[in-house]
């Protein structure tokens, strides 16, 4: 070991082995791992090793199909086998709508080029014969699917990587991490101590106690999992061969050949969670012990499912922890005030996604940039609200016991709710309000006539859509107010602030009292946002965005920042206010305020400091809705004062109350795409139309 790398990847399992080969594809030689006791030693020597290239998340899928892809390459490279067992896999539909859900996976699944199909219950049969096709519509079956050998594949990335220049050291834990004057790391460890250009985090079980070393708390718990290995059944040791990975969804329940028998897994509805904190530093390959009351229910679904393995023998149980996130994908990137500090961690299908994790981090230390939209895994997708032990423990749960549950996308899920509120919150609920949630801040999606409404969860139509139609409705013929409180808002002050902007966004600057939408680029030129800037004074700006976008856009920022003459204040929650748009919304207006807001004196995309009602406001003649709108921010104390004055002014004009559904669908139809829903990171200004914001005739990031 040398005293000096300019890459440290602490940990390795699958993902840390998969991070030290991606860093050596792209050059960076002079790095290391270490491991605190011997490669595989977490989460990854116990694992069934399944893979597959679905996710929900069309991005995350095609990094889940670069994953299976490549193994084949390590093990040539290494010369070390997988274990891989391309055997194809299927899920099983138990409902109609679980059959109509699978055939619209399989339209994004082709999208990606890939062989998948449908399954009538007799073929799925045919390819499974333990499978009791009773109750079944049908099956979808993905070829890219299967299994390996998680020891055989950890030691064989580890090995193509030392081929390549990398180091692994074993039997060296990481004690401290110290950041040194310039931007270096000081890893001590058990064998010495080591200084680092970059550190990456891939350890596992042990991720949230590493990333407490550099002061961060990674949103992240290890729940303990179980799955069975059977004795030889006859059936399945007739194949021969492969065969096809079975998902039960409605029966919470996985299965894969072992050897003759079966290996069956189960997602309990009711799972436990193990060392919150992170596991115990002397915590060796060991395993739980069966819970098998907790998961009884859940295994006789599967029992009943698969029939023969009533009367087959039991060979061996495995109850073994791996982390869960809130939402169950990685946390991968770097870390917004925490420099050459790298997440990869808190990854629950190692074995489908080492590799795009590896790739990513691999790029992003090298270039600066993932290369690929990998928000959907991005460590800055959340904020330090999700990293709270309660709402951890209720989002991971709830994550857990709903892995294979049905998820319909008018849905809303209980757990960590209500988390954040804004002064409204009880007069909304007093209105009706259906709420979702927004980076843990609740939201009205719209609000109900009556306070029992209660939504469907549906593939189709929602009963919510008449009242949605109703606010759009109010919206184009008289007024609706939407509450704004879910818009990140920062302030960019200083001597230095106009050329920073100048720099930073690609659209022209505006004018004092003057608002514009500016689009933001990467040096490749793909979209970071799309934000509006406004211009308070000569050096004092507002950009404005997405809220659940905060500690990603703030690493953004904070990465381009000069050292001096800038300040960049995030005032997201200081801020408040309503956007009151619709033809009755200036009549509104003129009746609060004190100034002229006529269409002469305060033309569109003006802004404007005036008293609205009893409040001192900011307010800006813009609207998401396409219709004639403003506005109107005031500090969060006068946020519930404003509701209150604005609805009696609008009263007389029909002024309604309105959520996130009615913009959705007003923005929708007048052809206004926001980032990260209709645009992505992927995306260029030409792609998304936003190229009529470009000032192409000046410097700027992505030019
Ligand atoms: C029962 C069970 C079944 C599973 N089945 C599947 C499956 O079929 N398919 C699938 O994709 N996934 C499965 N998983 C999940 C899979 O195991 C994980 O996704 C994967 O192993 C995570 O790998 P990792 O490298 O992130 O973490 P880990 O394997 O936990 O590796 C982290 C490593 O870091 C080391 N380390 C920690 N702290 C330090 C330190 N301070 N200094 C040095 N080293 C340190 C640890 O010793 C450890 O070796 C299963 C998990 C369980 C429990």
């Known amino acids: 070991m040398k005293d000096q790398y300019r890459v440290v990847v602490i940990g390795g399992g699958i993902v840390g082995c998969s991070v030290l080969y991606h860093l050596t594809l792209r050059g960076v030689t002079d790095v290391v791992l270490l491991e605190r006791e011997e490669l595989t030693a977490g989460s990854t020597w116990h694992a069934a090793g399944g893979f597959h290239a679905m996710n929900s998340d069309t991005r995350i899928a095609a990094l889940q199909k670069y994953t299976i892809g490549l193994y084949p390459q390590v093990e040539e490279e290494s010369g070390q086998s997988a274990g891989l067992h391309m055997s ?42 333990i499978i009791d096709p009773r109750g079944l519509y049908g099956a979808l079956f993905d070829p890219l699917e299967g299994n390996l050998d998680p020891n055989g594949a950890t030691q064989a990335y580890a090995g193509a990587a030392k081929r390549r220049g990398a180091e692994v050291i074993q039997h060296d834990r990481v004690l401290s991490l110290t950041p040194l004057v310039g931007g270096h790391w000081r890893v001590e460890t058990e064998q010495g101590d080591i200084t680092a250009e970059h550190v990456v985090n891939a350890a596992g079980l042990w991720a949230r106690r590493v990333g407490n070393m550099v002061g961060v708390d ?26 096809a990975a079975v998902t039960d969804l409605e029966g919470f329940t996985y299965l894969q050949k072992e050897g003759n028998g079966v290996l069956l897994g189960v997602y309990e509805q009711n799972p436990r969670h193990w060392s919150v904190e992170g596991a115990p530093w002397d915590f060796g390959r060991t395993l739980f012990p069966e819970e ?45 005030g925490v420099r050459n500090y790298w997440a990869a961690c808190g990854v629950m299908a190692g074995f489908s996604q080492c590799a795009g994790i590896g790739l990513a981090i691999a790029n992003w230390i090298v270039d600066g940039d993932p290369g690929y939209d990998v928000f959907g895994m991005d460590v800055a997708r959340f904020g330090p609200y999700a990293s709270n032990d309660r709402y951890l423990r209720d989002t991971t749960k709830q994550f857990y016991a709903r892995r294979f549950v049905m998820a319909y996308p008018n849905e809303e899920l209980p757990a ?45 139509r929602s009963n919510a859509e008449p009242i949605v139609a109703e606010e759009v409705e109010a919206v184009r013929s008289a007024a609706g107010a939407y509450e704004i409180a879910q818009y990140a808002r920062y302030e960019v002050t200083g001597p230095g602030a106009d ?60 990465a381009q920042l000069p050292a001096t003459g800038v300040e960049l204040r995030n005032i997201t929650e200081d801020r408040m206010g309503f956007s009151v748009s619709g033809p009755a919304s200036r009549v509104i207006l003129e009746r609060l ?9 305060f033309p569109f995309l003006g802004v404007r400091r005036m008293d609205v009602g009893t409040t001192q406001a900011v307010v800006g003649r813009i609207s998401l809705t396409g219709e004639l709108g403003y506005e109107i921010i005031v500090p969060t104390a006068l946020h519930r004062p404003l509701l209150r004055e604005l ?24 052809g206004y795409g926001i980032w990260s829903a209709e645009f992505r990171q992927d995306y260029t200004p030409g792609m998304s139309g936003l190229d009529r914001f470009i000032a192409f005739d000046k410097e700027f990031i992505g030019a």
Request: with cysteine; aromatic share 10%.
């Open 88 to 129: 194809g896999g299927m899920e099983l539909a138990g409902t109609p709508e679980r059959w109509q859900w699978l055939k619209s996976e399989l339209a994004w699944l082709r999208m990606m080029d890939t062989d998948a199909y449908l399954l009538t219950p007799e073929e799925a049969v045919e390819m499974v014969p």
């Open 218 to 243: 990674h949103p992240l718990v290890p729940i303990p999992h179980h799955f069975l290995v059977t004795e030889d059944v006859p059936q399945v040791a007739a194949i021969g061969g492969d065969m």
């Open 292 to 336: 098998l009351d907790r998961i009884m229910p859940e295994l006789s679904i599967g029992f009943a499912r698969f029939p023969v393995l009533q009367d087959t023998g039991i060979k061996r149980w495995v109850n073994g922890a791996f982390t869960f996130t809130p939402d169950g994908n990685p946390l991968v990137g770097p870390v917004a």
């Open 416 to 460: 960590g709710r209500p988390l954040k509120t804004t002064p409204c919150y009880d007069a909304f609920m007093a209105e009706g309000a259906q709420f979702t949630a927004n980076w843990g801040l609740e939201v009205p999606l719209y609000f109900a006539p009556t306070p029992d409404f209660e939504e469907t969860s549906t593939l189709g």
């Open 499 to 558: 050329a920073w902007l100048d720099h930073l966004l690609a659209s022209r600057i505006p004018a004092v009292g003057q608002i514009r939408l500016a689009p933001m680029l990467n040096e490749a030129g793909r979209l970071m946002g799309d934000l509006s800037v406004t211009r308070l004074d000569e050096d004092r700006f507002w950009l404005t965005g997405s809220y659940y976008l905060q500690a990603w856009q703030q690493r953004w920022f904070r």
């Open 593 to 601: 305020a004190h100034d002229d807001v006529s269409n002469e004196a």
């Open 647 to 670: 609805r009696a002014a609008g009263a007389q004009s029909g002024l309604r109350l309105i959520g996130d559904r009615a913009i959705d669908s007003l923005r929708l139809e007048k």
